[in-house]
């Protein structure tokens, strides 16, 4: 944690069950201080809860997750004021909360403790992605004014469409974007198999044109390299892939599995490459390989035992069974981004997900800066 000035600071270690202790400089009324010892003090409210930290140390910020569940102690180099270990209070449960993340729910509260305009938290959360339906449910509230930012862009033909279905997979019916599913796509011990080639691979997933993590996605990533010599399972996994899309193979990025953990998750977002990001123009980026033309998503476990896929601007929640795979056309056939192709992971329960991500680039010709 950082300061304007050194006065009333104190020295700080956060002790952890099955963990390493977490040490740190903080001003004596540093909000997140006071967070942390509301959060000790109140030990059988919302045990569930991930508490995120940032702080500073000598490589720059640092965004830490803690489990409630494992805070122990706060040891510090001289006393607290008995304010800090005022109790959290216990909140009540707001109507589809679970349709949001968990960092979101908790913004939420907060804003309506300190009794914040609702419509511009409806505003918040509408421009991020989030259906304005469930907003108003969540706030309870219905916006007094025009919404300014526009959530639902016009849209373009996404005509005329790849037709899939020649190579078995079944189109899903949305007059905005171009969807299609594949039953079986990986068997259960190939599934499996993936689990076991990853299983000690996995780091913090990262965010396009953001360096280090970033708390709006909180999985794990792992990368799977394929050898065509020897045809391993990615390998051939990215060969059923370049057939079903009729690219070659080098239009395929690295196989990506990803890892989510209970109340992780990946806020909305797009695959295709905003020509917003700093990385845009980079080499390895679009002008090397062109756009994400398709993205592919197999999910490796149930999603009903762990957490599904949604399209916030479609209603579409994808809960696929275990091997399944689904997929969609991120661009329009005249290249431009396709916005209606924003997703999510949504937050998992107590049950780990893993999926198998493949991401086809498309061709210079067809990338458009838009």
Not at 77 to 87: G, I, M, N, T, V
Request: charged share 25%; net charge negative; hydrophobic share 35%.
């Amino acid at each position: 944690m950082s300061a304007d000035s050194e006065e009333n600071l104190i020295d700080v270690t956060v002790h952890l069950h099955d963990l390493e202790p977490i040490e740190f400089c903080s001003p004596i009324d540093h909000e997140v201080l006071t967070m942390l010892c509301r959060e000790l003090g109140s030990p059988n409210v919302e045990i569930e809860k991930i508490l995120h930290l940032s702080v500073m140390s000598d490589d720059g910020p640092t965004n830490l997750y803690i489990p409630k569940s494992a805070l122990k102690a706060i040891e510090t180099s001289d006393p607290l004021p008995a304010e800090h270990f005022q109790p959290v209070s216990t909140r009540a449960e707001l109507t589809g909360e679970e349709h949001f993340p968990a960092d979101w729910i908790n913004w939420v509260h907060h804003n309506l403790e300190i009794k914040a305009d609702k419509d511009s938290m409806h505003d918040t959360m509408v421009s991020s992605g989030f259906p304005s339906e469930r907003v108003c449910d969540l706030l309870q509230h219905t916006p007094t004014r025009p919404f300014l930012v526009q959530n639902h862009p016009d849209k373009e033909q996404i005509t005329p469409k790849t037709d899939l279905t020649t190579k078995g997979l079944t189109p899903y019916e949305s007059e905005y974007v171009e969807m299609y599913t594949c039953s079986q796509f990986l068997t259960a011990a190939e599934c499996k198999e993936i689990e076991a080639l990853t299983v000690d691979k996995f780091t913090r997933s990262r965010v396009v044109g953001v360096d280090g993590a970033d708390q709006r996605r909180t999985s794990h990533s792992a990368t799977l390299i394929a050898d065509f010599d020897d045809m391993n399972l990615a390998a051939r996994i990215q060969q059923r892939i370049s057939e079903i899309v009729d690219l070659d193979l080098a239009h395929l990025e690295q196989l990506q599995s990803q890892r989510y953990e209970t109340a992780e998750f990946y806020q909305p977002h797009y695959d295709y490459f905003s020509n917003e990001f700093p990385t845009y123009q980079d080499p390895r980026g679009v002008v090397r390989k062109g756009q994400r033309l398709w993205s592919c998503i197999v999910y490796l476990r149930d999603a009903e035992k762990c957490s599904g896929t949604q399209f916030n601007r479609l209603n579409i929640e994808m809960t696929p069974n275990q091997g399944d795979m689904f997929i969609w056309r991120n661009l329009y056939p005249t290249g431009k981004p396709n916005p209606y192709t924003m997703h999510q992971g949504l937050p998992v329960g107590e049950k780990t997900k893993f999926i198998l991500t493949q991401w086809v680039r498309t061709d210079l010709e067809t990338v458009s800066a838009d």
